[in-house]
């Protein structure tokens, strides 16, 4: 445990991702309420939405599925109700030199409501093997490094007090990825898994190696996961996507970072007022434009 006093560094980082996350919703509101002025009172979806500030969850399919019943993101979604719109942008099967290509269509330079926070999770597509199935897929683990950079770098262009998280991949049951491959092909599977975990910890470390490198904040669900007996059936449905239990791991960590980072849920502003703040006798008091 590190006291804030010991570490005065620390605080002020802290200190400044709250500052940053209060202008970001200060500045959305505001925003909000000038389009109101402009329309008349009519405002469109898009403007209501940024009354809230936006988590954007970007990464692959373990990403794309963490809607799913049990999913880690609709986990933080209930635990950040009425306080962020958690987004997903996940895509399955892609690795980080295709998510490149997607930067400024997710997250386009110069717009007003760029997220408050962004979870960055690739890495399992990256580390398929050359040679063996999908390894259209493969980065070299520099070059997959230097993406993570690149990613990040943009992400702070968009917005420099955006909280970016990294997350590596997580473990590889080799025998579970063997034995749903035996389940889709049966005797025409292949024989040898295109993942490995050995390798896929090294492209882990390199995830770890640049969030140390930028100091921004990461999980390391490659090693964390392992820390659990049995943790290749508690924690992967097919040897590398996860289960109800590991989506609770992703979560957990998720939040585990965001109240690290002065994110609390309960530390952050309704949207719109809790029903047990409005007047029952003079309740559109509450609904009326700032001024």
């Known amino acids: 445990m590190i006291?804030?006093?010991?570490?005065?560094?620390?605080?002020?980082?802290?200190?400044?991702k709250k500052l940053g996350f209060f202008f970001a919703v200060i500045f959305s509101y505001k925003y909000f309420r000038l389009a109101e002025r402009e329309t008349g009172g009519r405002t469109s979806k898009l403007k209501m939405d940024l009354i809230r500030s936006r988590f954007v969850l970007f990464g692959d399919s373990i990403t794309e599925q963490s809607f799913r019943s049990g999913g880690w993101g609709a986990a933080l979604a209930n635990t950040y109700a009425r306080k962020a719109d958690i987004i997903v942008r996940g895509y399955g099967g892609y690795n980080t030199k295709w998510a490149l290509f997607l930067l400024n269509r997710i997250?386009?330079?110069?717009?007003?409501?760029?997220?408050?926070?962004?979870?960055?999770?690739?890495?399992?597509?990256?580390?398929v093997i050359l040679g063996r199935t999908s390894e259209k897929q493969h980065v070299p683990t520099e070059e997959y490094k230097q993406n993570l950079r690149k990613i990040v770098h943009h992400l702070k262009d968009c917005s420099p007090t955006m909280l970016v998280i990294?997350?590596?991949?997580?473990?590889?049951?080799?025998?579970?990825?063997?034995?749903?491959?035996?389940?889709?092909?049966?005797?025409?599977?292949?024989?040898?898994?295109?993942?490995t975990n050995e390798m896929t910890g090294?492209?882990?470390?390199?995830?770890?190696?640049?969030?140390?490198?930028?100091?921004?904040?990461?999980?390391?669900?490659?090693?964390?996961?392992?820390?659990?007996?049995?943790?290749?059936?508690?924690?992967?449905?097919?040897?590398?996507?996860?289960?109800?239990?590991?989506?609770?791991?992703?979560?957990?960590?998720?939040?585990?970072?965001?109240?690290?980072?002065?994110?609390?849920?309960?530390d952050l502003p309704y949207d719109f007022p809790h029903h047990s703040q409005i007047d029952g006798q003079d309740f559109a008091k509450e609904f009326k434009p700032m001024n």
């Open 166 to 195: 990294l997350i590596t991949p997580p473990p590889v049951d080799e025998n579970g990825r063997n034995e749903y491959a035996r389940l889709l092909y049966g005797d025409k599977a292949r024989k040898l898994p295109e993942r």
């Open 202 to 266: 090294v492209y882990a470390n390199k995830c770890i190696e640049l969030a140390q490198e930028l100091n921004l904040p990461y999980i390391d669900l490659w090693s964390h996961m392992q820390e659990t007996v049995d943790w290749q059936k508690k924690f992967l449905s097919d040897g590398l996507h996860l289960t109800p239990e590991g989506n609770a791991v992703v979560h957990k960590e998720v939040v585990r970072v965001l109240y690290n980072a002065g994110l609390r849920p309960e």
């Open 3 to 16: 006291a804030l006093g010991a570490n005065p560094s620390l605080y002020h980082q802290i200190q400044i």
């Open 107 to 127: 997250f386009p330079l110069n717009f007003p409501g760029a997220p408050a926070v962004t979870t960055v999770f690739f890495g399992a597509n990256d580390a």
